[in-house]
């Protein structure tokens, strides 16, 4: 297969605006200029090109519904990538910066919008300077700017540092931390498309998703849409991580095999070692098991399977490791995260923590774990966004997928830490509100 | 009162048991007659202010550009930043202590982050966290911290030192870190993240994903 | 601009049919149906829901997840399901959460027993925990500021408190700090959250974590009383619950939650919530003093009585100065004692002059009448020479409202800056007592006759500031108001400066009885408005009608004290050396007068060196009577407590005083003095205490409003303004009156603090220039009088003027006032 994202990609200087230019860059841009913003908006919507950030959701769609009129309107690039697991956006800002500042030109003139931002999270501090220096290559060829190559479209660019936090990849939680306030999520609806950033109607999309715009493009939505399967259209990046021997960003078509990824392209687990679990889509995805290894890696088969295709990042699990270490690393993560807006997520994630803790140390009962699934109960589908559904989701899996492990290691602390049943009894839980 | 852990992942001002000085002033906008900012501060935050449609957009340009120049986001520092961009420093307030890169204690110059999430950790990411720290001593200028996940996971266990990403790591490169940045020399640059070709096995480069080795 | 018009929907509720108004969210629709949906973090006093507390949550047909009824508007045609095992589930999940970390401390919190974490626990909660791990426990309760007592481990986040600091009050200090569990409620720094509307927050805070330090511990729900009245400590005059325990205000809140949306809107400031203090305390006087030689003393009502009745000794030589905080009824019956009783016509309420009866008439044309809504929904909004924050504060509250919510076009012009100078489109800075050049400029540059620039000139402003002003007034939408200080129309030149500002209302078409436009009139004393035209002016009786003879305006009188034509003074809740301009002038005429018969309820300067009678004045919390809110809105008092060691209501005082003079007021119960005064004032018509009721009644809405009398017609010729003086080396003096200089905050324990002594706001460079520093100690003085204050350095003064405060005990800016100029120049010098 063709390389679509990754064309060229480790191309000495491919970073730098010449080599772009000689391996063809911004040829879409000339091409789609040439056209009107709707015709551009549907080859977009032909592509059938899902967003790349996690929530899928169809990036022609998303654009087409920014109202048209000359308010101000706003393109965000969302390069915030901090769903554990995922690196895809940083290895292509890093290494094809103008591929981003391609698709957004063009986007931005599809969606008719002319001011936009990327919000790329400020531990990229290396991809950030490569991405300034980018932007100002663009500006200087007139790729940026006012009337761009002559046409109508006048677009101006802005990179944006972010300064560590997770919840501002939520579109919302970013919108509000780009107007430099805390990245608290809003209220949904009004929706970006109409009320976004400052107000104005804004179109929102992960790194990937804008970084595949100048091959759809290129190759037409149609031809686009025809890779992959049904309802995943195209090719995706895949950060492969944790027990595979080799790591790393794979573009794939969709629809390829799970287990070709895990096993072919990444190695697999070190030799002796068997699947525990894995997570398809990055940390906020129900963990699948070595018996879904042959699932196909799409986004309609994934969520068949009850997990997601999310971000696209696989975390493998090995046999050795206990399952309530991911859980705890997993709780501890959600909750330093939480933003603390909504009552469910902030409260909830600490006190998943709390008894993941006991449990860990031996100082829970099998009931505990009843608890635990019934708090992941309480959040799911109760919070303002969705950062605390995406630690109930895993952790529930986990519960529901290795209680008899959960409850033997509940036994095996006990043992180690010479603790009576006595002592536990103390710590069934009492009423306490009484009517 | 019972004595609550907390503030363990990150570095993270405790506040909850402050009560407000009642000899301070209440913390209005800063009257720019009254508050002095060094002139490159200044220009910075101005600078940054420039790029937006609406000026407090730049409070995160605008603490960082406070933080490199003072060396975290002490009061003095917020200040400054208010008055330039015309808020409270409640605000920023709110802002700074919001985001993990925003120091609102006193902290070393040069910052270590470990990643010590899931896939960073399954390749030994705590110990390599426990020997920063250790390496590190009670050397005042090192900020080392273990962070949530920096998006790197295909070099674990790593760590971004002074912004550069380096992995993977291992325990011994702890010390060579160290000794390194104690002599204005690139940490461990053989590590570098930016040195890595693709692992995708497809690209058709000159250099392939075997390349590194 | 046009107002939501209610539009009914229907929909079902728990299988209830439910008519509700179109656009308003579910919690509300759901109440219109008697059915009640639990919620914390809504309020929309706040602004729009935030759906942070998920309490609310609620199953909505053809919706598969909960959705939050805080922030779901209500349609035609929706069901709703509250009562669901689904919708149980979740609130009885929320509550279990959010008492995680609550410390259940109810027995010994403030807010027990009207708290709705309380009620919601026991009416939605699962009546379980079984969260076993310890509580968080932390340090409390913990100063917040002087006032607010914060217990961070009650908190749940609501982010109320937080969202009225920077939505409401937009002063930014109030913030959260940290992110997810460890976030907490704090301000920068450790710095205490002092601002003039902190005071909110206690009541927005839905559980314990904010309480007032003053109530704390005082009562419980059961030990207390609510009673309604009028706080009359500004003319904003808010609508107020009285929380009154055996014979005590212990709290003041805002009436009944939501407030009064024709006033106040359900806010209050720090003053009004927290000066009831001053009804309780020591300092106050409560029994009737005559001067006996040097000193004053107790003595019966009966002496005090026919002390003051000797007034009748002075007919034809007596004076009087009517106060912001005195009722209608007790102006009303003292003109009538000094007019029909004393042949005098000496009678002002106004500091800085008269006001001629043409010009008083046209401003109180009820056609020019803006209301306090029309501040929120006008097109734009013109603010001279006022600042909302000290003059009527609940005002800058709307304001800001009405530019955050409807994109009001806020300008601004007047000499010291604003606080919501930040809020406006055009802040124009004229020279201290250049109101009238601005006015004259903008009615020149709106079309009218005369040469704008020379005008825009002569107040120090530039010529094409004003032109675009005036564009944006002109071309902003038809709804504008304009809202005035009385320092505008203060000084010789006063009534200039009103024909002017009438001239700018013609041209901007505010004189055509369009509703949601106009002029708005903030008085400088609370019922300023009331008392004028309940008669306590020299120029017009009750009803502005032409008086038997024009008096002396409050200047005129001292002259004519110091001239030995007024020998008696009778100061009804005013006092001179505090707010009247020529304090030296005024100190002589207290001094000459051989009687001055006061009321008071604190010992100022005027009372402990020059009264002969002094009656102790009631405190609003125990008054009956009415008062008149600057747009017309009459208020009724009503008396939550008895009265405080002897004091006697007021209007019986002056009932009693009048018939031992000789003039029996035929009044003896407060209703029957209400009857009488509404019967003297023609456009009062038919009115009655019912129609005023508990929200008051805008009698300019009233159709007996035709029976104002018509005043001169606009357009008028303007005189060429004044040329504001050049400041030349000196510097100009402007004066302003904060929201705290008040005696009310100077005896209130909780409040004394904000009475900070006398500060003189200067420019950076003219600072440099004198070669003076941020907080040192100077002299500001004119024609030998100088009067001490810290230097306060504000780079947003402009350069050539220095601001002082009226209205303070000491170091009063009123010395440095001449008679009849509010502009003196001054210098300012170190202090020796
Ligand atoms: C907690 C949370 C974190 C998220 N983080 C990211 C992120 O780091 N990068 C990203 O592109 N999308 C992230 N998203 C998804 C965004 O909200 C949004 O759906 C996405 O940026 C839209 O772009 P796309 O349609 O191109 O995927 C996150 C969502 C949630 C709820
Ligand atoms: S202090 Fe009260 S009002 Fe403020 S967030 Fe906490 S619970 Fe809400
Ligand atoms: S009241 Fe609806 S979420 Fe709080």
């Not at chain 1, 309480?378 to 109930?392: N, P, T």
Request: net charge negative.
């Amino acid at each position: 297969m063709d390389k679509l994202l990754f064309r060229d990609i480790d191309e000495p200087g491919l970073n730098t605006l010449e080599i772009y230019e000689r391996r063809g860059g911004y040829q879409a841009l000339r091409d789609a200029l040439k056209r009107r913003p709707d015709e551009v908006l549907d080859q977009l919507l032909a592509s059938r090109l899902r967003g790349r950030g996690g929530a899928g959701f169809e990036m022609g769609k998303k654009a087409s519904f920014l109202p048209k009129g000359t308010m101000d309107k706003y393109l965000v690039c969302n390069a915030d990538e901090s769903e554990p697991g995922t690196f895809k956006d940083r290895e292509l800002m890093q290494k094809n910066p103008h591929q981003l500042i391609e698709g957004m030109i063009i986007a931005a003139y599809a969606a008719e919008v002319n001011r936009s931002f990327i919000y790329i999270r400020g531990e990229y501090a290396e991809q950030a300077d490569i991405l300034d220096a980018a932007i100002v290559e663009a500006e200087r060829a007139g790729y940026l700017g006012d009337r761009i190559l002559g046409s109508e479209l006048t677009l101006s660019l802005v990179l944006h540092r972010g300064a560590g936090a997770y919840i501002c990849g939520e579109e919302t939680g970013l919108l509000d931390s780009l107007e430099g306030k805390r990245g608290n999520p809003r209220l949904k609806p009004p929706f970006p498309a109409n009320q976004g950033l400052y107000q104005g109607p804004t179109l929102i999309n992960n790194v990937e998703t804008l970084s595949t715009v100048p091959a759809i493009v290129r190759m037409g939505g149609d031809a686009y849409a025809a890779i992959g399967v049904e309802n995943s259209s195209g090719t995706k990046l895949v950060s492969i991580s944790g027990h595979v021997r080799r790591p790393g960003n794979y573009e794939v078509v969709l629809g390829t095999s799970s287990r070709e990824l895990i096993y072919d392209l990444a190695g697999g687990p070190p030799e002796d070692r068997g699947i525990k679990l894995w997570f398809p889509g990055g940390s906020s995805s129900p963990v699948l098991t070595a018996d879904d290894l042959d699932l196909s890696y799409d986004f309609d088969t994934l969520a068949k399977a009850g997990s997601m295709l999310g971000s696209g990042a696989i975390i493998v699990v090995d046999d050795a490791t206990p399952v309530v270490d991911v859980a705890l690393k997993l709780a501890k993560f959600y909750r330093h995260e939480s933003c603390g807006k909504c009552t469910p997520c902030r409260e909830g994630t600490n006190w998943t923590v709390r008894m993941l803790e006991r449990i860990d140390a031996g100082e829970a009962t099998p009931m505990d774990l009843d608890i635990m699934a019934s708090v992941q109960d309480q959040i799911i589908g109760h919070c303002l966004c969705v950062l605390g559904d995406a630690m109930a989701m895993p952790i529930s899996s986990m519960v529901a997928k290795f209680r008899p492990e959960f409850e033997a290691h509940i036994e095996a602390a006990r043992e180690r830490h010479g603790l009576s049943a006595a002592i536990l009894s103390a710590a069934v839980p009492q009423p306490a509100l009484a009517r | 009162m019972t004595e609550v852990a907390r503030f363990t992942h990150g570095s993270r001002i405790p506040g909850w048991d402050d009560a407000a000085d009642l000899e301070k002033a209440p913390a209005g906008v800063p009257d720019p007659a009254i508050t002095e900012v060094p002139a490159e501060l200044r220009e910075a935050i101005e600078a940054a202010m420039a790029l937006y449609p609406d000026r407090r957009s730049a409070a995160i340009p605008a603490l960082h550009a406070a933080q490199e120049h003072h060396g975290w986001c002490s009061p003095e520092a917020i200040e400054q930043v208010a008055a330039v961009m015309r808020v409270t420093p409640g605000e920023l307030t709110a802002v700074a202590t919001f985001y993990d890169m925003f120091e609102t204690v006193p902290v070393g110059a040069h910052a270590v982050y470990v990643c010590t999430n899931i896939s960073c950790s399954l390749h030994g990411a705590d110990d390599l966290y426990e020997a920063m720290l250790a390496a590190a001593g009670d050397d005042a200028g090192f900020n080392v911290r273990s962070f949530e996940c920096l998006g790197a996971c295909d070099i674990a266990p790593m760590a971004s030192v002074d912004g550069v990403y380096l992995g993977p790591l291992e325990l011994a490169d702890a010390e060579r870190i160290v000794a390194d940045v104690r002599a204005g020399r690139p940490p461990v640059p053989e590590k570098e993240l930016v040195r890595r070709a693709c692992a995708d096995p497809g690209v058709t480069t000159a250099s392939g994903p075997d390349a590194e080795a | 601009m046009p107002r939501p018009q209610p539009t009914p929907v229907t929909l079902t509720i728990d299988g209830r049919e439910v008519r509700a108004t179109e656009g308003a969210m579910l919690v509300d629709g759901a109440k219109q149906g008697d059915i009640e949906i639990p919620y914390f973090c809504y309020e929309p006093k706040l602004g729009p829901p935030v759906g942070a507390c998920r309490m609310c949550l609620v199953e909505i047909e053809g919706i598969p997840k909960l959705q939050t009824a805080c922030s779901t508007p209500v349609k035609d045609g929706m069901v709703v399901h509250t009562q669901t095992a689904r919708v149980k589930a979740a609130q009885e999940s929320v509550v279990e959460f959010l008492l995680i970390n609550h410390p259940l401390d109810c027995p010994v919190c403030d807010k027990g027993g009207e708290c709705p974490l309380q009620d919601i626990s026991y009416g939605w909660g699962g009546g379980t925990s079984r969260f076993i791990e310890p509580k968080r426990h932390f340090e409390k309760p913990l100063a917040l500021s002087p006032l607010i007592a914060i217990d961070r481990e009650r908190c749940i986040l609501c982010y109320r408190c937080v969202r009225f600091s920077q939505d409401v009050a937009e002063d930014h200090q109030l913030v959260l700090h940290e992110r997810g569990y460890h976030t907490y409620v704090g301000t920068f720094d450790g710095h205490p959250y002092v601002a003039p509307f902190s005071g909110n927050i206690i009541e927005l805070c839905p559980v314990g974590a904010l309480t007032s330090r003053p109530y704390r511990f005082r009562a419980r729900p059961w030990d207390i009383e609510g009673a309604g009245s009028v706080c009359t400590l500004c003319p904003a005059q808010c609508n107020v619950t009285l929380t009154v325990r055996d014979d005590r205000v212990l709290r003041v809140l805002t009436r009944d939650h939501d407030g009064n949306p024709g006033v106040d809107d359900g806010w209050l400031c720090d003053k009004g919530r927290f000066a009831y203090q001053s009804f309780h305390v020591e300092e106050r006087i409560v029994e009737p003093l005559v001067r006996e030689g040097d000193a004053l003393r107790a003595v019966s009502w009966e002496r005090a009585l026919d002390a003051a009745a000797a007034i009748a000794r002075h007919a034809g030589r007596a004076g009087a100065l009517v106060g912001g905080q005195a009722t209608n009824e007790e102006a009303f019956l003292l003109q009538r004692l000094f007019r029909e009783g004393l042949d005098s016509g000496d009678i002002d309420s106004r500091a800085g002059g008269g006001v001629p009866l043409e010009l008083e008439r046209a401003l109180a044309a009820p056609a020019l009448q803006a209301s306090v809504p029309d501040l929120e929904f006008a097109h734009s909004v013109l603010l001279v020479d006022c600042d909302p924050v000290d003059d009527a504060p609940i005002l800058d509250l709307r304001i800001r409202k009405g530019v955050r919510r409807h994109a009001v076009a806020l300008s601004v012009a007047s000499a010291r800056p604003t606080a919501l100078d930040a809020s406006a489109h055009h802040a124009l800075r004229h020279a201290p007592g250049a109101g009238e050049a601005f006015l004259a400029a903008l009615d020149a540059a709106l079309g009218g006759p005369g040469d704008a620039r020379a005008r825009a000139d002569a107040a120090g402003l530039d010529a094409e500031a004003v032109a675009s002003l005036a564009a944006s007034l002109r071309d902003g939408g038809e709804d504008v108001v304009i809202a005035y200080g009385e320092r505008l129309g203060a000084g010789p030149r006063g009534p200039h400066a009103l024909r002017a500002l009438l001239n700018v209302a013609h041209r901007l078409g505010l004189d055509t009885g369009r509703a949601g436009a106009g002029l708005l009139a903030v008085p400088a004393g609370a019922n300023g408005r009331g008392v004028r035209e309940a008669g306590a002016s020299p120029t017009a009786g009750p009803g502005l009608v032409e008086p038997a003879a024009r008096g002396r305006d409050a200047a005129a009188i001292a002259r004519a004290v110091e001239d030995g034509e007024i020998t008696a003074l009778w100061l009804l809740r005013a006092d001179p050396l505090r707010s009247h301009p020529d304090q030296a002038r005024w100190r002589a005429a207290l001094a000459r007068a051989g009687l001055v018969i006061t009321h008071e309820s604190v010992m100022t300067e005027a009372v402990r060196e020059h009264a002969t009678v002094v009656f102790p004045a009631e405190a609003y919390a125990e008054k009956a009577g009415t008062v008149t809110h600057p747009d017309g809105r009459l208020q009724r008092l009503r008396p939550a407590i008895g009265h405080a060691g002897d004091v006697r209501p007021e209007w019986q005082v002056i009932a009693e005083v009048a018939r031992r003079a000789g003039l029996d007021l035929g009044v003896s119960t407060p209703a029957e003095a209400t009857a009488q005064f509404v019967a003297a004032v023609p456009f009062f018509a038919g009115l009655t205490l019912e129609d005023i009721g508990g929200r008051g009644v805008r009698w300019n809405e009233r159709e007996a409003a035709t029976a104002v009398p018509a005043g001169a017609a606009a357009p008028f010729e303007l005189d060429d303004p004044p040329v504001a003086a050049g400041a030349n080396g000196s510097l100009r003096l402007g004066t302003f009156r904060s929201i705290w200089a008040s005696p009310e905050v100077e005896i209130s324990p909780a409040l004394k603090f904000l009475a900070r002594g006398p500060s003189a706001e200067l420019a950076p460079a003219d600072a440099r220039r004198l070669g003076l520093a941020d907080g040192e100690t100077v002299e500001v003085g004119s024609n030998g009088t100088r009067v001490r204050a810290s230097v306060a350095l504000r780079a947003s003064v402009p350069v050539g003027s220095v601001f002082l405060e009226t209205g303070l005990a000491e170091g009063s800016a009123t010395a440095l006032e001449g008679e009849d100029d509010g502009a003196a120049l001054v210098e300012i010098r170190p202090a020796s």
